[in-house]
């Protein structure tokens, strides 16, 4: 049987106190790890890579909101102009506030029906992401 710090190679080094965890393929440290390619963590992949598939996806929002609810619509094509424009009709249809910042819209309130029915009306592809 294999102890710690053995070379056996059925059981690569995965941790070592010194350097902290290693890869088991190439045994560098994790972080200076050449055998695969570095990906960022899943939350900031989601927020900086904008999804060009074609599909606006609109979802309801609490976070960081105490408490409010926002309906938020991503993956709007066009220009900030075009959103802009597009956030007002929304808000106006809703009868609520709301902002168009980054390619992102936010409306007052629970209005995913009414904003998908628009949307759907003014010939986007619209999926209702989240629950």
């Not at 088991?24 to 972080?31: D, E, I, L």
Request: with cysteine; charged share 30%.
């Amino acid at each position: 049987m294999a102890g710690p710090g053995s070379s056996d190679p059925n059981r690569p080094v995965v941790y070592d106190s010194a350097v902290g965890r290693v890869c088991p393929t190439c045994g560098r440290p994790s972080k200076d790890c050449a055998c695969r390619p570095k990906r960022p963590a899943f939350r900031e992949a989601s927020k900086n890579v904008p999804r060009n598939d074609g599909i606006v996806r609109v979802s309801r929002d609490r976070r960081n909101r105490r408490g409010k609810t926002v309906t938020v619509v991503t993956g709007v094509p066009g220009s900030e102009a075009a959103l802009d424009e597009l956030a007002g009709t929304l808000k106006r249809l809703c009868g609520c506030g709301g902002t168009a910042k980054d390619g992102v819209i936010e409306i007052q309130g629970d209005h995913r029906d009414l904003v998908v029915s628009k949307l759907m009306e003014l010939g986007y592809r619209v999926k209702i992401a989240g629950g």
